[in-house]
């Protein structure tokens, strides 16, 4: 650990450097506190290892100054946006309590892995089998009967389900001495939308993984509560709280979208871009818009995928393309004064087919690869092409993709702008406190 925070003070008070910094901490393995949040070395290097990695090394201070911006930006979070906002849940997705928990656990387990391996090897049977008791009376059978679909609109348990639930126990669990039982209930609130919809067709094999997993995560948990200072494990599920709290100031920042979704912060920034701005932006982003206005290209067809691979590679090695089309294609083009000629294929072509869009991904003098044709679209054929020009031009500004792009790149870069804004006054406003002999370098 000592290795770890070798490093100049200063790779850390240059971020912080406008704070309320006070060097005042003399606890040996406190680095830092900022409010209710009270950093070990330990805790740290957990985060630091977590966030770490080889395409984007960080050192640990780097590590320390991402979870105090975190915990600001939560802070102001909680202060700002309304509870119903902050503990919007995903109703598709786990629990946010149970996300929380779960990160959390896999923090201390990857952090204190040969400890738990050892505290494992001295339990009954040296393995997790031996703490627990899956109920046997809980057959399939009766797993189906208590548990599936009521519904076919959604795939949510019903009230007299969800009530039978949390009286049905599936395992009895033995830690310290201490026995607890979890319910069909305990298991089925920490699933996603797929382990629930599993759980509702009756798969015991499902459960009883399940169940195991809730097994080892309340091991580790009852570990990290024997094992480490309440100071650490309190530090580590607040981090965790401050992660997601991070994330949803984000997302009504209009800095985050999910995968599935847009942001309506950021669309309606967007919407708010006036010409003058898309027009300056496309001026110094030209090249972004390009496109191909029109090639000229010939092409070759046949039946099937074996004999377009050696046409292919007979043209590689010296068949000329005239040549190929003429001996091997079944397109009546063939036999056109340009064998296989399919002409200038122009872009604002509205009737233009798949064939268009193919040529247009390559360039001048190059043959294509063999591709097949859609297969809603007559018989399936498989076909080679080869541009003799192509010609590029640029979408006008008027183009509604080039509205589109561009000011969604200029919000975006202006809510960014805010952000680092609101990030560096709270910054400025922290009562940070740090223990200089935590760290060590040059004198």
Known sequence: MKRLFSVCLFILTATISHAQVSYDINEPNVVAKMGDL??????????????NHPSRPISPPQAMQRILDEALLAEHARKTLPKDILNLENKVGFLLSVQHEDRSIALIRKANEES???????????????????????????????????SKVNIEATPEQLEIAKKTPVATLTLDGKETTLSLWDIYRRQNVQGRLSMHN?????????????VGSLFVLNWAKENLPEQDLKAIQQIVLNEQHKKTLLQNMGLYADVHDDNPVLREKAQSISEEEVLEFYNEHKDEFEVVEKVKAR???????????????????????????????IAEDKNNPI?????WLVRKDKKRSWLHSVAFTHRAGQVSVPFRSPQNQGDIVYEIIFVDERVDGYLPVTDPTVRYEASRDIALKKLKEEFYSLQKRLRNEADIHLNKKAFSGPK
Do not use: C
């Open 202 to 214: 009756g798969n015991l094999d499902h459960l009883k993984s399940e169940t195991r997993q809730r």
């Open 116 to 150: 738990l391996k050892k505290a494992i090897q001295k339990m009954p049977n040296k393995s997790l089998d031996g703490i627990y008791q899956f109920n046997k009376n809980l057959s399939a059978d009766e797993y189906k009967k208590l548990f599936s679909l009521k």
């Open 339 to 343: 064998p296989g000629d399919l002409g």
């Open 38 to 51: 009270t950093l070990s070395k330990d805790v740290v290097e957990i985060f630091w290892q977590s966030y």
């Open 299 to 329: 092409h070759i067809r046949v039946k099937s995928q074996d004999l377009a691979d050696r046409i292919h590679h007979e043209i590689k090695d010296g068949l000329s393309f005239e040549k190929a089309v003429k001996k091997y294609s």
